[in-house]
Each structure stands twice: as C-alpha cells, then as structure tokens.
C-alpha cells in the first residue's frame, strides 16, 4: 500500500517521538499565513482610508471587510501584485489598476466612489503634509513647451470622441443650471450667457479669450451681444474647429482664433475671459497670467476667471495627474488672488458652481455610457475604463464637496463702472454701465 508523501519530520515536544507532518497540511498552514499576511496589509490600508463600507475579494476568494453591514461594492483584486501596489499608494494605483482590469467594482461604480469619498475626504481635511508639498508640486511644468505637451495629451485625442458625450456646441465646462431639470444644450446655453452678463459686454467692444476650447464662447459673445473677440488657444484640433464653426456661422470677421500661448497675447481690450484654462497654469505662473491681464485691459477693463478650485491648496490626486490631466493644478482662492493682488485688481464677485458641475458631470457620464461602444471603438479597453472613472470621480468629488468651481470677476481698482446690485444678472435688460447713483 503507498504511504502519503510527508515532508520531514518534527519532534513532539512531549515525547521526543518524530511524528511524519503531511506535505498539504504545511502548505495549508503557510497559506494561512500569507492570507493572514495580505489580511493584515489590506486592514490597514482599509483604516488608513478611513475604513469605507466595501468589500474586499481576493483572487482565491478570502473575503476582507471592516464592516459587519452590508458593503455598498465588493472590490475583486485579481492577483498578489495588485494588492502590494494598492497597499503602497491606494490614490495612484487604484486608478491604474481598474484601468487595466487587474481590479474590478462589483457593484455600482458611484456608489463606492461616494462612500470611499466621504470618509477619505474627512480623513484627509486640511492635511498639513499636503498644503506643505502643494508650493512644490508640478510634475509636468506649463512651460512654453510643456503646457503644449500637456494640453495635447487631453484635449488633442480626436473631436470625434468629445462629440459622443459633450453637448452640441461642444462646451468642455461647467454649465449653468436655472434647475436641476435644465437639459444640458440648455444648460450650456445658460452658462455663455450668465458669463457674458457678468462681463457686461456691449457692441463694438474688444475681448480677449484666454483658451477658447472648441469655441463656443467666443461665437456666442460675438453673435449675441456683438463684440469683437480674439481667442487663444494652443490646442491644434479645437482651434480648427473653431475656425471652421466661425466660418460655418459667418463670424470670420468677428472673431479671430489664433494657436498659440496665452502669454502671447497682444492688444488692448474691453474685456478679459478666461473659462476652463486657469486648472492648466499652474500656480509658479498666476503672475505672469496677471501681467498678461493687466497688458491687455483698458483702464475700463473688466474680466472673469472660470476655473475649477480646491478649499486650500493641495496637489491634483495623483492618477489623474498622470493619466488624465498632466500639468493641471487646481487652486484655491488664495492661490488665485496671486493673479490679482500684485497688480491692484479689484475682485468684484466670487461665485461657486460647485452643484452645477456636478449636475453637467451626471449628464457627461450618462452619454460617455449611452454611447460606450463607439468609444471601445476608437480606443482600447483601458481607455475606456479610465475615462469611465475619470468622469465618475470627478462628479463624486464635485458632489461631496472636494473640488469647487469658482467664477471670479474683477476689474481695475479705480473702475466705479460697476453694478449696484447683482440683479443685472437674471434681468440683463435692465443692466447699466454707468456710474451708480449710490456710490460713496
């Protein structure tokens, strides 16, 4: 009869009699000890987050969770390398490895970002390391040539994709909701012209549009309140666009889009815009941006900065950085008064769209899923599942208050050529230019 392989014997302490240890039992044991091992490691991590209510598989199927409730997603990690690199850094390679299907969110994508979110977000409130690293962070600097390089890395992926998901006049912004069951084309439509009444733009005037997207902005100001606009962009395929819209729409003679650098800007002007541009600047450049402003606007010169915003400064989490946005650096309303206050700006309002982006946020990922074959189409999977999470965080991020969308008008200090009340926003027929009959 064959006896059981057995791996060397161990002493019984007891008896000093050798009792045969079978092979499987000690490969039992030693993986007990590695599940304890990668048990322990994943815990941590867990309470490290701030111990969100998920589930965690592994690729055996040893299940993992700090909760006892129901979890709101299980969380499959599909081998022992995608743990180790999730353990070491949870923000960098969470991303990485849902884009490479090495991890998988069994459950509604969503849900776990909002319930990881929360208690990531008051774990990490106003952590003193990151407002320290914040002055020195900018992995891929907006130089002359890196911003070039940065912006073709986002924008210069094909028009063909952006149109799947954006609205027809292709607005890459935040929109402007009247309410919460505003469409999003009239969404858009609201926000152009909430910008514009905020500039008080009038006929014949000259404005001077900082990264003009696809566009949109530049045509409407000129077609609808009739002023004159210069718009700069260094993104190749947008400013194609745009120029073949002008041309479509007949505003050739109106509007002028140039390729190049916000920094080469040249003239004097009515008005300064700038929305969707100031997250690419970074912050080692806001100065330059106000000697640009403050070159180019007429003593009479009014402006608005539209720019996705952090409470205090902190560096863009790191997978977007990387794979999304290289370059961007959202700032705080500190670091924005740097464009301002060394060249006696005078802000005039600050408003916060924060619920608004969430609101066009909710509507980009229902088209980017409407539409989700034709994207696997284009790229491949990785793509697809990054831009997938990509768009979901940053609505959950809007949504639970980590990210901010300010607009910001300012103008020359001594301009009394202002309004006495923001009613000229929702009743823009009755805006004045002139002095107010109030002032002190």
Not at 146 to 172: C, P, Q, S, T, V
Request: proline share 5%.
């Amino acid at each position: 009869m064959r006896q059981e392989q057995t791996e060397p014997s161990e002493k019984s302490i007891s008896g000093g009699i050798d009792y045969p240890v079978p092979a499987r039992e000690q490969r039992r044991a030693l993986g007990n000890m590695v599940f304890a091992t990668e048990k322990l490691l994943l815990t941590k991590m867990l309470r490290a987050i701030g111990n969100p209510p998920v589930q965690l598989v592994l690729w055996n199927g040893h299940e993992i969770s700090n909760h006892q409730d129901n979890p709101v997603a299980r969380i499959l990690i599909r081998d022992r390398g995608a743990l180790f690199k999730l353990v070491i850094d949870p923000e960098l390679y969470f991303g990485e490895l849902y884009s490479a299907q090495r991890i998988e969110v069994q459950g509604n994508l969503l849900d776990f970002l909002e319930a990881v979110y929360r208690v990531w977000l008051l774990r990490n409130r106003g952590k003193i390391g990151k407002k320290q690293l914040a002055p020195f962070y900018d992995a891929r600097r907006n130089t002359l040539t890196g911003a070039r390089r940065n912006i073709h890395h986002h924008y210069d992926i094909g028009n063909d994709f952006y149109k799947l998901w954006l609205d027809e006049r292709m607005l890459y912004t935040c929109a402007y909701f009247p309410s919460p069951g505003t469409s999003l084309e009239d969404a858009q439509l609201a926000k152009l012209d909430h910008v514009c009444r905020k500039l008080r733009l009038q006929p014949g005037e000259k404005v001077v549009e900082a990264g003009c997207g696809w566009g949109a902005l530049a045509l409407h100001m000129a077609e609808h309140y009739g002023v004159k606009v210069t718009a700069y962009n260094i993104s190749g395929e947008q400013v194609a666009f745009a120029r073949q819209r002008a041309h479509a729409e007949g505003l050739d003679g109106q509007v002028e889009f140039i390729e190049d650098d916000y920094r080469n800007v040249r003239g004097e002007f009515d008005a300064f815009v700038s929305v969707g541009m100031l997250e690419h600047v970074g912050t080692d450049h806001y100065r330059e941006l106000g000697e640009v402003i403050d070159r180019s606007l007429k003593d009479s010169g009014r402006g608005l900065i539209h720019s996705i915003g952090l409470n205090y400064p902190r560096p863009m989490d790191a997978w977007t950085e990387r794979n999304i946005f290289p370059g961007a650096c959202p700032p705080s309303l500190a670091q924005m008064m740097q464009i301002f206050e060394p060249f006696d700006f005078s802000v005039l309002d600050v408003e916060n769209l924060r619920l608004h982006y969430a609101k066009t946020l909710e509507h980009w990922l229902q088209r980017y899923e409407d539409n989700v074959d034709r994207v696997t189409e284009m790229f491949d999977p990785a793509f697809v599942r990054a831009w997938r999470l990509y768009l979901a965080g940053s609505l959950t991020a809007f949504k639970m208050g980590g990210m901010q969308l300010f607009q910001v008008t300012f103008a020359r200090a001594g301009n009394n050529h202002i309004p006495w009340t923001r009613q000229y926003l929702y009743e823009p027929q009755d805006t004045s230019l002139g002095e107010s009959d109030g002032k002190l």
